[in-house]
């Protein structure tokens, strides 16, 4: 079934055919005679079954891979829109294989987190679980979102892993701006319809930053487009212009785009360079766009920030990787004085903001944006250890954000706000909770040990020979992240137990198999990191040979 | 030691750490079922099994090393790759030496030993399992950073002990000082680890870390790295890193993690790594220097030195067993096991040694000070240990080596029977810690009372326990150093001066411990009437001891006397290993063990004569601190210590009040930085999203614009034509009267108009 | 004194005018058909005066019969549609008769 040529494929329309197929038991309904009740429950069932086989298409294509090189593999190639040169181009090297199977697990793991499985009534009860909807005004809290609209929202976030994994696999620049564009309009809706209380100001924060960003990015593509030189396509035709972005990248380290002519009297490199960063960094998201995040996660319901958290964000980066690098390779080295500026920034800013944040999930997410900045700040460097460290904080952040907005979510159903001062003693209430959490914080404020560190120190030690203040600067924030997130257990789980909280229910099992895997990969990537560098080191090392900061 | 250090390879080091970690992992996943299935019995049996079994596997190891050569005693076992980019590569790989051996020794054993204290001091916690499997935890990452054979390794343990730290700290977190506590610990010690971080960069970039070729326009280019290190070099794994790195008889060239290898660049003359990092400067500065001191930042957050040590005294929050174990024994030694280990870096940098002495120095006689007037037995200990955490920084810092590290291993022993002894106390007493209300118990708690005693006599410096033989080679050794330098040049009176102190706070330190001892063991029992106040927080765990009277002290359960009664016998028999040259004529056991891996520092000589005379100097302030103690003290009798307080009511304040360091921290770091995070959150939600917002109400401005444009302009034309047809109409059709004859005057007039024109225009 | 073209014109000027007055102020409707009968016959005069003092044929003679049948014509149709207002309005006042407006 998997064969090198269709794995991709199958990892990214698997999600696609089980939405198509939830659509359809919608739409057949009437006809079938099914009650809702078995429509969710189909619908559930489909999403799960979607994102499983997409996961194990992941996984496949994970051992497929070839790590020692540093070619594309696992290539599915044909002509796609013979007039305008698009071609249907999948592959997948060093750098997108990491992202590839991070999309799997993460994507699976929300559809985990999304599934209603409550163990005892009293914990549904506390979710506004129950089914049927929930007009008691004894409970005024919105009915949870994993018993709202199931088929919809089942539909949306399958159409999501769709566009999330097709974005990272996508070899040909329209392919990816059409993934890109797919990708964004569930999330909207998914913000949008099952979120929080303020759910539509996120969402069009969200969608509008977001568009702004595409939109730059579109007018650099054309760009890049109109200045490639011909190239042939897959079928052995030759096309004037090319998406191809492998071949691109060939042009591009030939220094095809530095003569393409200049516009308004700026150089077209630096033009589409800046184009494309600001469309990549508002995903990142890098100061000063970043405030669209706390917003959309504070509102999103909790797999969709696990998804937001997980892999959206690394799709700033991995565009960067994928295009700026290898296409714009002069701008790139003219930008990465400004790149690593940025990304101590992120870095030292938000871990500062991180500290003054009343709303725990609104901590955790600047706690991400400041994470992001590591990955800026090591692949700036363009050194070896630099950009592994970077491309590995992604996949580490990957793992460790979506934990910590899960056990976000845990505790939101339960006691339906956020404040971390208004917690206090839940340790006693919630051992179990308490000791995830505790890993997940401890790994994130990068603990030997656990995944966090090993990525954080290899973009310092990367990223030290080159921008030696920066990063002297940059590593002030393991304090700062030290401080604020023992400050949060210390509010949240220590001291006297208020008695508000006393009963609640502990971990369920929906819980912890979305909780457990990613806790057991934090604590396997700890100890044994070389699992990741040794397939994305190769592709990444070519990558910035012969670059360095100008 | 300008040669490669032989390696022996050997397999299943990694058992020694594993162990206790095994034990720790099941307690954590099973601890709780087996507690209420089987009971305590099946939680601690696992426990202390695991670091008996431990401490058994590096007695083997011991044996095995000391069949080897003396130079070959470095054991060696690698695991995996954990993780290659470029040049950067580190394994996770265990090295036991003749150092990390000894402190292997000590941390599985007192380990051990304290394990089994626990038994009888933790017997009615409620979370039984917890507390073992924390305490497993400790050793298993103390483990790591010992015998760790790079910096990654090492980092790895020193880390997770500061995690252990802060659980067992916070253990009873229904408490919010004692969780505020162990929050504190792990944030002091994460400013000592930036340091630390900051000085393993540098240290790499001197090392030229740089493996990328750097062009001019960059900035810190004092320092160019030899071109065969610069040029462009990747590699994916550990095989192609090693490939990468040029040999030089023998030894590895090139960046890298492992103590050994760096160890050996530096000592073989012939890489000319040496003679680099002489002439590095970073800023104007010596890099060697800096990499010292920064490193040394890191030894003071962990080993609690002026000024990081404020978590120490807090962290006595903890439970007593783990005050003895990782805040008395072993953790708190890490830093100057750090230093120990990188000797042959420090001693390359006589700036950065004579920081670390004069810190060591300061700390000694700072926290010495303090000690003299709290009543918390704890604190006392406290702050005798971060004093003593002074002497061997001093005795590292001069270069004495072997000496701070001895003083390291007796301290273990000692201040282990302190604590666990004040355990002892504080459990006979019904937790109560404040020597004040204690008072004759030596009646009711003998065994107690004697080791307690034997540890006192230990750490004051009489010849006749283990503590008196580092302490004076330290301070010896700091009189006759003549290398030590601050800023570059040398600075010939350190060494004395340091000296001086070190004497002044050994007479201090003699005072403290017999004043608690005096406080605590002699006179009349005042804690009766007080009763038992409570400590209320630590449910469970209190109420359970008071067996039968409640309110006269008893002797504790065998587990913990006889755990007694062996450190205080080890703080004695302990004193074998550093028996002076002077006595001997040979070096001590411990200096000849520790001399193939410690780097070599030669000392002024010395005549015999004057190293009798400061011995006798040692002995001589022991004897002061012991008398005045025991006048002032002794029985409670004495009237004049409330007199004296008295009379310098301020300064005792001052002193009391720990010389309000806890609060300048909160002045001046704490406070700051809650106001920096609240201004720049403000920044964010205001101005940085304000200006979103703005770009939002001028995007909503241009369209409100553009839809009054096209409603008034664009539409406003189309309406205006239609608007004018009608009007017109509107106007014309008044003229249509029906009136035939209307009509005909029209027609009559346009006639006539015809007609005029026709005259007119000709 | 000979009697020249002017001079018919003169007659057929006032002839016209008179004709012209009737029709413009006449309130009768008979009245008014009358002074179109007089801007009709006022025509007939120049036709036959400019036959006989310029051309020289018998055009003039001619349209002037053609002019007086057409007259008759005229006068039947208008007094049919006078006839018509009447029995639609009951009067035959030319001012109140205002439907040509609709």
């Known amino acids: 079934m998997f064969t090198p040529g269709s794995i991709l494929s199958w990892a990214t329309f698997a999600p696609l055919a089980a939405a198509a197929l939830v659509v359809l038991l919608v739409v057949l309904r009437p006809i079938l005679r099914l009650s809702r009740r078995a429509v969710d429950d189909g619908a559930r069932l489909l999403a799960l079954a979607g994102s499983g086989l997409s996961l194990l298409a992941a996984i496949a294509a994970w051992r497929m891979f070839d790590g020692s090189t540093d070619q594309v593999q696992l290539v599915q190639h044909v002509t796609w829109i013979r007039a305008f040169n698009i071609e249907y181009f999948l592959g997948v090297d060093g750098l997108s294989i990491s992202m590839v199977l991070l999309t799997g697990i993460i994507s699976f793991v929300a559809t985990i987190a999304s599934m209603p499985w409550w163990s005892g009534a009293r914990a549904a009860e506390l979710a506004g679980m129950v089914e049927g909807g929930h007009q008691d005004p004894a409970h005024p809290h919105p009915q949870h979102f994993s018993v709202r609209a199931v088929p919809g929202y089942m539909a949306l976030l399958l159409l999501l892993q769709t566009g999330m994994m097709g974005t990272f696999v996508a070899l040909d620049m329209f392919l990816f701006y059409v993934f890109w564009e797919v990708m964004l309009l569930p999330m909207y809706f998914l913000i949008g319809i099952w979120g929080g209380p303020r759910k539509e100001y996120a969402a069009i924060k969200f969608f509008l930053y977001t568009l702004a960003g595409s939109v730059l990015m579109l007018l650099a593509i054309i760009g890049l487009y109109y200045n490639s030189a011909p190239a042939e396509l897959a079928g052995g035709d030759t096309a004037a212009h090319t998406f191809n972005l492998v071949e691109l990248a060939r042009q591009g380290a030939a220094g095809q785009f530095e003569r393409a002519a200049p516009i308004l009297g700026f150089a077209f490199t630096k033009l589409a360079f800046v184009a494309l960063f600001i469309g990549f960094a508002i995903k990142i998201p890098m100061f000063p766009f970043h405030t669209w995040l706390p917003d959309a996660h504070v509102e999103a319901p909790t797999p969709i920030s696990v998804i937001l958290a997980g892999v959206l964000l690394k799709m700033g980066p991995y565009g960067i990787l994928r295009f700026n690098y290898p296409l714009l390779r002069d701008a790139t080295q003219w930008a990465a004085g400004a790149i690593a500026v940025f990304g101590l920034i992120n870095i030292v800013y938000a871990a500062f903001v991180c500290l003054a944040q009343k709303d725990l999930k609104r901590l955790i997410a600047y706690s991400s944006v400041s994470h992001m900045g590591f990955t800026l700040l090591g692949m700036a460097a363009m050194t070896p250890a630099g950009i592994s460290g970077a491309v590995l904080n992604m996949f580490t952040h990957g793992l460790i954000s979506p934990m910590l907005f899960l056990v976000a979510g845990v505790i939101y159903d339960r006691a339906h706000h956020r404040e971390i001062e208004r917690f206090g003693g839940l340790a006693q209430a919630l051992p179990e909770y308490a000791a995830v959490v505790g890993l997940s914080f401890f790994a994130s404020l990068g603990l030997p040990g656990l995944a966090g560190f090993i990525s954080e120190f290899m973009v310092f030690s990367g990223a030290f020979p080159v921008f030696t203040t920066y990063t002297m600067v940059a590593a002030i924030s393991v304090v700062i992240t030290a401080a604020y997130y023992l400050w949060a257990i210390h509010r949240m789980f220590l001291g006297k137990l208020n008695p508000a909280y006393q009963g609640y229910p502990d971990l369920n099992w929906r819980e912890r198999l979305s909780l457990y895997p990613l806790g057991a990969m934090v604590i396997v990537l700890g100890f044994y990191p070389q699992a990741v560098l040794s397939v994305i080191g190769n592709t990444l090392q070519t990558l910035i040979k012969g670059m360095s900061p100008l | ?762 | 004194m000979a009697i020249t073209l002017a001079h018919f014109l003169v007659v057929g000027a006032l002839l016209f005018a008179l004709g012209l007055v009737a029709v413009a102020t006449r309130r009768n409707a008979v009245g008014v058909l009358m002074g179109v009968e007089l801007v009709l016959n006022g025509a007939n005069v120049n036709f036959v005066a400019f036959e006989r003092y310029g051309a020289g044929g018998v055009a003039g003679q001619v349209f002037a019969l053609f002019v007086i049948v057409l007259a008759a014509a005229e006068a039947a149709v208008g007094l049919a549609i006078v006839l018509a207002l009447f029995q639609t309005s009951k009067s035959i006042d030319v001012r109140q008769a205002d439907l040509l407006r609709e």
């Open chain 2, 1 to 762: 030691m300008d040669h490669p250090v032989a390696v022996t390879q050997a397999s299943f080091l990694w058992v020694i750490p594993a162990l206790p970690l095994a034990g720790a992992v099941v307690n954590a996943l099973l601890g709780w079922k087996l507690q209420r299935a089987l009971g305590r019995r099946a939680v601690h049996a696992i426990a202390v099994a695991a670091v008996v079994a431990s401490f058994l596997v590096a007695l083997l190891f011991f044996t095995r090393m000391l069949g080897l050569g003396a130079e070959e005693r470095t054991l060696h076992e690698r695991l995996w790759n954990l993780f290659t980019a470029g040049r950067l590569s580190a394994d996770l790989a265990f090295s036991l030496d003749p150092l990390s051996m000894a402190l292997v020794l000590v941390i599985t054993g007192i380990g051990a030993l304290i394990h089994v204290f626990s038994i009888g001091y933790m017997a009615d916690e409620p979370a039984y399992w917890r507390f073992f499997c924390y305490l497993n935890l400790f050793v298993f990452a103390m483990l790591l950073l010992v015998m760790g054979d790079n910096f990654v390794v090492m980092f790895f343990g020193w880390e997770g002990v500061g995690l252990a730290s802060y659980l067992l700290i916070a253990f009873w977190y229904t408490d919010p000082q004692k969780a505020a506590a162990g929050m504190k610990a792990f944030v002091v010690n994460r400013i000592g680890d930036f340091g630390f971080l900051l000085g393993l960069l540098l240290l790499f970039w001197a090392l030229g870390g740089a493996w990328t070729p750097r062009p001019a326009a960059l900035r810190n280019l004092e320092y160019q790295p030899v071109p065969e290190l610069g040029a462009f070099a990747a590699a994916t794994d550990a095989a192609q890193a090693e490939a990468l790195a040029p040999l030089v008889e023998g030894v590895k060239v090139g960046p890298t993690l492992s103590f050994r290898e760096l160890r050996d660049q530096i000592a073989v003359e012939a890489t000319g790594v040496r003679a680099r990092l002489d002439g590095a400067t970073i800023w104007g500065l010596p890099v060697l220097a800096l990499v010292g001191i920064l490193l040394f930042v890191g030894a003071m957050g962990k080993s609690a030195q002026l000024p990081l040590y404020v978590w120490l005294p807090d962290a006595m929050a903890g439970p007593t067993p783990v005050s003895a174990l990782i805040h008395a024994a072993t953790m708190v030694t890490a830093g100057v096991y750090m230093v120990a280990r990188l000797s042959f870096l420090f001693a390359l940098s006589a700036s950065a040694m004579g920081w670390v002495a004069l810190v060591g120095a300061l700390t000694a006689a700072f926290a010495a000070s303090i000690g003299f007037f709290q009543y918390d037995i704890k604190k006392v200990l406290a702050y005798s240990t971060v004093s003593q955490l002074g002497f061997m920084f001093i005795g590292v810092g001069v270069g004495a080596y072997w000496a701070g590290t001895y003083h390291l291993v007796t301290h273990a022993f000692f201040k282990a029977t302190l604590f666990l002894g004040s355990g002892s106390v504080i459990l006979g007493c019904h937790h109560e810690q404040d020597m004040r209300k204690m008072g004759g118990l030596g009646q009711h708690m003998p065994i107690t009372r004697w080791t307690y005693l034997v540890a006192c006599i230990a750490i004051a410096g009489f010849p006749v326990a283990n503590g008196f033989y580092s302490k004076d080679e330290i301070l010896w050794k700091a009189f006759t150093s003549d290398h030590l330098a601050l800023f570059g040049a040398p600075v010939p009176w350190l060494g004395p001066a340091i000296y001086l102190l070190g004497i002044l706070t050994a007479i201090g330190t003699a005072f403290y411990m017999y004043r608690s001892y005096y406080m605590t063991f002699t006179g009349s029992y005042r804690g009766g009437a007080a009763g038992h106040d409570g400590h209320g927080v630590d449910a469970g765990h209190g109420d359970g001891h008071d067996r039968g009277h409640a309110h006269v002290p008893h002797e504790s359960p065998w587990t913990i006397t006889a755990v007694l009664a062996v450190l205080a016998v080890g703080s004695v028999l302990s004193l074998f290993l550093g028996l002076p040259t002077l006595w001997t004529g040979v070096a001590p056991a411990f200096e000849r063990w520790l001399e193939p891996v410690v780097a070599e520092v030669h000392f002024r000589e010395a005549a015999h004569g004057t190293e009798w005379l400061f011995q006798l100097f040692g002995v001589l302030a022991a004897t002061v601190g012991w008398l005045s103690a025991r006048a002032l003290y002794k029985d409670g009798r004495s009237q004049v210590p409330a007199r004296l307080k008295e009379r310098f009511a301020r300064a005792w304040n001052v002193v009391y009040q720990k010389y309000y360091v806890d609060e300048l921290y909160d002045l001046v770091v704490v406070g700051p930085a809650v106001r920096l995070a609240g201004l720049l959150s403000w920044i964010d939600k205001r101005v940085v999203d304000g200006l979103v917002h703005l770009v939002g109400a001028i995007g909503r401005l241009v369209a409100e614009l553009d839809g009054a444009i096209d409603r008034y302009l664009v539409d406003g034309a189309v309406n205006a034509v239609a608007f004018g047809t009608a009007g017109l109409g509107r106007s014309l059709r008044r003229i249509q009267t029906g009136h035939v004859q209307t009509y005909l005057y029209g027609a009559l007039g346009g006639a006539l108009v015809v007609v005029l024109l026709n005259f007119l225009i000709r």
